[in-house]
């Protein structure tokens, strides 16, 4: 496009550029430099804060935790929303089937964890019971009650069960779209050809799919690794269920930690940086499709 | 334009800058209509602010705005003890209560915007802003001596950093009590203990008889684990007494000390047996501490005892009566050498802005009327030597209130005082984890490795 006075452009993109500015750019900038200092951000300490950030027990179990959501949780989300698009393709009510499966997206992050407290309440076994997956286990199975939060076996999932349960009716969304660009006629000259549904689902559906595929993942492991709110709100990192972003927010808000809490921030980001780049190179090729 | 249009713009626009005003934090939004009249409006900004409106016809002065953990009853009960104020002075006091206070009060601080005043659940987070910067000394405006009269010279020792008065001691608890129901124990022929010896065989005997002996609730949210915490310092207390107790705190011997270590065996032999706590461990982690004593009341008996600081009468089921339906004993000695010990701790009042009418407000707070308001309700014990015994509703916190002034050795709550990082962090965890199953050396380990960076900055 040729603008005859190309600074207009620029006026016109300034106050956005200066919120970026202000907003994005600053504060990054200024958490990295206090990673390097020390608590009370007075004095530098090198990398101290980022030797702690490695090797510490506490940090140990963050990353494990966090890279458990990012394999449990994405694999999940994703091929359940992979599942669930395909098979919301031929059913009658589709519409209805798609928006009650979408509905936990409407919910904050917040009023699910509260929501999923209660599901997963715990009583001794002699009282009753009120939480809804303990009245299942207990009423139906006849077992003792589990501390679906407090037990370290199964905390983790009950956790990354709640985001699933929040995230994968976005997936299915997405993924329906790119499943119904796929060319009719290419899946009938399949099944004409002799593949049953599972070869023309491995063979065709899912490379046509690639791109969409690959843009969900990312996006999921950028949102996976920055989990807070339904650790938060359920166990509070408690029994070993602590992630790398409710840490932070303790060691600043709680401990007054500032040097820690910058360094967990700029390892997150490195982190993130790499997978969003995977993301933004994906969606451009997708756009030029 | 048509006057019509006029108009709905003139409102429109109206409309906006009172949401503006509304979300820059204005409490107070004053709008102008045209008809030349000012109307005064106060909204309320966020969820848990509620202001209380003058009833007099004293012209509206402002507001104070107080940051506390107080929700529910105590809330009411706080409300009721400043609205003399507000009904004197014409300073209206809203009151927000949050569980995480130390995340949103840092906020609020760092942000430039504290609330006027803030009543702190322990003296570490005191110590914690005064060193920031971020408190007003009190002495610079209020009569320090009085207020030694008043409250003891322990008292405002506490709440001092660096010579310095920096808080008012408003509400205070002794922890080192076992809540029981004499009626329970009455029928099954259970005496009250007087060693520790005897306590755990009366446990026994109880386990015998087929009951559960105790309740214990361990979970608060965020701050899951405090209950616990207690148990640890009252023990620490009675088997390695009051000066390894202070170097405990202090961090001058490490978490790891045998004489630590020694109290956390000598809980996990209560805390870790299935057979003696109602709902066995799983129970304890999933209990919140307010819901803990509720079986000790339930017919039959889901516990008979509940170790647990004074002000838990005030989530007691209501109807009860103190002295009859529920009692209490003191904790009994471990060593006979150090007795019984008393744990105390309390709510600090400090403040963050200083004008005139903070100033006034906290004077009113330090005095005793708004103290004896409280007390009148139950499940609040006053510092203040100048509130009488005779307002307290009932014998049972009358001796409560006596056994804090007449304990031969009290220290004040161990964690409350340990920076903020170990002892409203890795001391809470370590009791979840120790309750939850982790072995004890990797538990005391934990919390020694915090204890050792957050003590040295």
Known sequence: ?289 | MSRYRKALAVLSILLILSMVLVACGQKTVTVTVPVERTVEVTVPVERTVEVTVPVTVQPHKGTITVMGVWGGDERVAFQDAVAPFTKESGIGVAFEGTRDLSAVLTTRVQAGNPPDIAILPNPGLLYELAQGGHLIPLDSFMDVDKVKKDYGQSWVDLASYNGHLYGIFYKVAIKSLVWYDPKAFKAKGYEVPKTWDEMMALSDKIVADGGTPWCIGLESGAASGWPGTDWIEDIMLRTAGPQVYDKWVRHEISWTDPAVKNAWEIFGKIALNDKYVWGGTQGELNTNFGDAPRPLFDNPPGCYMHRQASFITGFFPKGLKPGEDYDFFVLPPIEQKWGTPALIAGDVIVMLNDTPEVRQFVKYLASAKPQEIWAAKGGFISANKEVSLDVYPDALTRKMAKAITDAKIARFDGSDMMPPAVGAGAFWTGILDYVGGTDLDTVLQDIEAAAKDAYKK
């Open chain 1, 1 to 289: 496009m040729h603008w005859r006075k190309p600074w207009a452009a620029w006026l016109y993109l300034a106050p956005a550029l200066l919120i970026v500015l202000a907003y994005l750019v600053y504060p990054t900038v200024a958490t990295f430099y206090y990673s390097f200092l020390d608590a009370h951000s007075e004095h530098f300490v090198g990398l101290t804060n980022y030797r702690w950030v490695f090797t510490s027990r506490a940090m140990h179990i963050a990353f494990r935790n966090n890279l458990l959501w990012i394999v449990v949780f994405t694999s999940a989300t994703v091929g359940l929303g992979l599942v669930l698009a395909v098979m919301a393709d031929r059913v009658r009510y589709e519409s209805v089937v798609k928006s009650a499966i979408f509905l936990p997206m409407a919910i904050s992050f917040v009023g699910a964890g509260v929501i999923w407290l209660f599901m997963y309440a715990y009583r001794p076994a002699n009282a009753p019971q009120i939480g809804v997956l303990n009245a299942i286990w207990v009423g139906i199975f006849h077992n003792h009650p589990v501390g679906w939060l407090t037990t370290r076996s199964v905390n983790n999932f009950a956790l990354i069960a709640v985001g699933v349960w929040i995230w994968t009716g976005f997936n299915m969304v997405i993924l329906s779209a790119a499943y119904k660009n796929i060319p009719r006629e290419l899946l009938e000259a399949a099944r004409v050809d002799g593949a049953n549904e599972w070869k023309v689902f491995w063979k065709i559906v899912l490379p046509l799919m690639k791109p969409t595929l690959a843009v969900v993942v990312t996006t999921m492991i950028i949102n996976v690794l920055k989990v807070f709110d339904i650790v938060y709100v359920m166990t509070n990192g408690n029994y070993g269920t602590e992630v790398l972003a409710n840490r932070m927010y303790k060691e600043m808000f709680h401990y007054y930690n500032f040097g820690r809490a910058s360094a967990i921030a700029v390892v997150l980001l490195l982190a993130i940086i790499p997978v969003m780049l995977v993301n933004n190179r994906r969606f451009r090729e997708q756009e030029a499709l």
